[in-house]
């Protein structure tokens, strides 16, 4: 039946039962994430959607799998705010389950760059860029990422706090 869904619309309901059958029904945690990683895509505002595929990569072993989902629903998401919210989901599960991260310091990278005059979007990659920096012991880059936390902050003592690191970099 999914073939024969003539809109988008009809494939999205269509993929969303079959998930939900899979997962609640037939408890088949494998086929449940293969209907919502082909869902994730089609309605990437779904938090719920993308919630349930990160809650089965631990039962199923698919971070790899999620983290490329997640990359194709940022992709087809609209507007950087969300865009942004899907991306990092993805770092998270890069850094956390894949324990990659250096991937995880390009998903935050690239969620920098989605608004980077943002302080609201660009403030939190740009923190979790310092962390991760910070650890890979990366001083060149982490002087940079720093100088934009104190363009984004607004909060003084932060900003001192900043330049202090800043300045014994």
Do not use: C, M, N
């Amino acid at each position: 039946r999914l073939g024969l869904a003539a809109t988008a619309e009809e494939k999205t309901e269509l993929l969303r039962r079959i998930a939900q059958l899979e997962d609640e029904r037939l408890r088949d945690p494998a086929k449940a994430f293969d209907a919502l990683a082909r869902l994730a895509p089609l309605a990437p505002d779904d938090a719920l959607v993308r919630g349930r595929l990160l809650e089965l990569v631990e039962p199923t072993g698919r971070a790899e799998a999620a983290s490329d989902v997640l990359a194709r629903t940022a992709e087809a998401a609209e507007g950087a705010a969300l865009r942004a919210e899907i991306l990092t989901e993805r770092a998270k599960l890069l850094e956390e389950r894949l324990g990659d991260a250096a991937g995880a310091l390009a998903v935050y990278g690239a969620i920098f760059a989605l608004a980077p005059q943002d302080p609201e979007l660009a403030l939190p990659a740009a923190r979790a860029q310092d962390r991760l920096l910070t650890q890979a012991d990366e001083p060149a880059r982490l002087r940079e990422v720093l100088y934009a936390e104190v363009r984004l902050d607004e909060d003084v003592a932060h900003k001192r706090d900043l330049y202090g690191r800043i300045g014994v970099l």
